[in-house]
């Protein structure tokens, strides 16, 4: 079975700090996904990334960055957490092919204060 | 651009009746669309996607849709709602049959007894 964690199941973080999310997938995918899912707006991708080292900005960039140095491991960082960015984060990966299951972690449910 | 609607936020059904989860699609290419489920306080899994080939898809639960190219609609149907089918439902088409999609704000289903 393909497994994708998350570090946290849930973060308590005050505004101004940055803010590391990590998800880990062991089955060898070239794609994993940084979700934000919100009441009523369903999931809106944040970044996408495609290979190590390389990444395409989603539809909500704005105030998030991300990395991936090692094929499995796909960071989100908060570089300076605000109160707008509370919310549930999902991380998801697949294979490089659009026809692709994405499988998803369990997701973050960061708070800022 | 691509998008996809799912008509109705929240859908309530006694157990044992019909559930029908609409979902409606924009596409300038033939899509691949698919369904996920979230279950309280997890992550997204699959339930069934539309390729190519059988317009009729099958997926788990007993879950099926059919993708209607004339209608541009991949609807969500059970014969006999099961309390455990209580959960959220996200339809979601290929960005222009890329790895990322584009998701729906998803449905909520809740089953009576």
């Known amino acids: 079975d393909v497994k994708v964690t998350q570090s946290s199941r849930y973060l308590v973080k005050r505004t101004g700090e940055k803010v590391f999310l990590e998800c880990v997938q062991d089955m060898d995918h070239e794609n994993m996904f940084w979700y934000r899912q919100d009441p009523g707006l369903g999931l809106r991708l944040i970044y996408f990334?495609?290979?190590?080292?390389?990444?395409e900005k989603g539809d909500i960039p704005e105030g998030y960055s991300v990395s991936r140095e090692k094929k499995e491991r796909f960071s989100l960082i908060l570089e300076s957490a605000s109160t707008n960015q509370t919310s549930m984060y999902l991380c998801?990966?697949?294979?490089?092919?659009?026809?692709?299951?994405?499988?998803f972690g369990p997701g973050t449910r960061l708070t800022v204060l | 651009a691509q998008s996809v609607t799912q008509l109705g936020s929240h859908v309530s059904v006694s157990e044992g009746a019909l559930v029908l989860l609409r979902c409606n699609y924009s596409?300038?290419?033939?899509?691949?669309l698919f369904w996920y489920v979230q279950y309280p306080n997890q992550g997204l899994q699959l339930l069934l996607k539309y390729t190519t080939g059988a317009t009729l898809v099958k997926g788990i639960n007993g879950f099926e849709a059919e993708f209607k190219k004339s209608e541009t609609s991949f609807h969500l149907t059970k014969p006999s709602a099961h309390m455990s089918d209580a959960a959220e439902y996200f339809c979601?088409?290929?960005?222009?049959?890329?790895?990322?999609?584009?998701f729906g704000t998803g449905t909520r289903l809740q089953v009576f007894p």
């Open positions: 596409s300038s290419v033939p899509p691949y």
């Open positions: 990334s495609y290979d190590v080292k390389m990444k």
């Open positions: 998801a990966s697949s294979l490089d092919d659009p026809r692709d299951t994405q499988y």
């Open positions: 979601a088409v290929s960005q222009d049959n890329t790895d990322k999609l584009i």
